[in-house]
């Protein structure tokens, strides 16, 4: 028994936790709440709330992920994300997740996915750094990881960590899932 525990917490130590060791963001395979379809994820935020929330129709990991769609018209913009208020000016940002494309509403059109770090100083924006963008071809099957990377400007003193969708031209959704960022 000794040696079993004993193998256990070696194969733990060299292969760490299963996603996420060194990440700086809570929740970050959306798996709290449970049970609480289209709710914001704990500790995340969104904005056109009706539109994005937790749901059990897709997951990369764990039993969850955060659908994120936006409203029926050509200009909108919905999402979600998580403040970090411990940036250290200077200090390099690698911000990634996992998307999926809705089999259900699918992006069709001009309409895209983006990642994005809006960097705070007394809790208003100075400035934002744009990340890659996705669209009608990311696929319905296969997760695709997300990646962007920033420093962060001498005036910072927190950020928000933001996965959106823009509708402009196009309409559908898609899911994210396992969040990771690390701090440089």
């Known amino acids: 028994m000794k040696c079993i525990l004993g193998a256990a917490a070696i194969i733990?130590?060299?292969c760490g936790p299963?996603?996420?060791e060194g990440n700086i963001v809570p929740n970050a395979s959306f798996e709290e709440l449970k049970g609480f379809d289209g709710e914001n994820p704990a500790g995340w935020w969104s904005w056109n709330s009706d539109y994005n929330g937790l749901t059990t129709e897709a997951?990369?990991?764990g039993d969850q992920s955060v659908s994120i769609s936006a409203e029926a018209n050509t200009e909108t913009h919905s999402?979600?994300?998580y403040r970090y208020r411990n940036v250290v000016p200077g200090k390099t940002y690698v911000f990634s997740c996992f998307v999926l494309n809705s089999a259900n509403n699918p992006i069709t059109g001009g309409a895209y996915g983006q990642l994005s770090i809006e960097w705070l100083k007394n809790e208003k924006e100075i400035e934002?750094?744009?990340g890659v963008t996705w669209g009608p071809d990311v696929s319905?099957?296969?997760?695709?990881?997300v990646e962007m990377t920033a420093v962060a400007p001498a005036d910072a003193d927190a950020c928000n960590f933001v996965i959106q969708f823009f509708r402009k031209d196009g309409s559908g959704g898609y899911y994210a899932d396992d969040v990771m960022v690390e701090e440089k």
């Open 12 to 14: 733990l130590t060299l």
């Open 59 to 61: 997951k990369r990991t």
């Open 79 to 81: 999402g979600v994300l």
């Open 18 to 20: 299963v996603y996420g």
């Open 128 to 130: 934002r750094t744009w």
């Open 140 to 145: 319905m099957t296969d997760w695709k990881q």
